[in-house]
Nanobody
């Protein structure tokens, strides 16, 4: 069973930074891609950033230039560095791993990020 455990969320002031971590119980190279999603109250879950097995990355437009997804394959860990945070970044952030032709998804438990003065 694949398990994902997130950490690093918390309260932060606008303009501040946080780094989220997601530790995976298997080699991240066994996954087709790893991503960070977020869900704000009353809104649908959205993809924030994605890193594919080959290393290419994608970001939702609202975080481009502020967020960076990266990975440490030796630690089976994926990170989301979030800079210049805005109140609209407030959400529960979920780590996701996807694999297979029919895409088996695995999710972490989520970590709350609250951007407020």
């Amino acid at each position: 069973q694949v398990q994902l455990v997130e950490s690093g969320g918390g309260p932060v002031q606008p303009g501040g930074s946080l780094r989220l971590s997601c530790v995976v119980s298997v080699s991240i190279f066994s996954m087709d891609d790893m991503g960070w999603y977020r869900q704000a109250p009353g809104k649908e879950r959205e993809l924030v950033a994605l890193i594919k097995r080959g290393g290419s990355t994608n970001y939702v437009n609202s975080v481009k230039g502020r967020f960076t997804i990266s990975r440490d394959t030796a630690k089976n860990t994926v990170y989301l560095q979030m800079n210049s945070l805005k109140p609209e970044d407030t959400a529960v952030y979920y780590c996701n791993a996807g694999v297979g032709y029919f895409r088996q998804n695995y999710w972490g438990q989520g970590t709350q990020v609250t951007v407020s003065s």
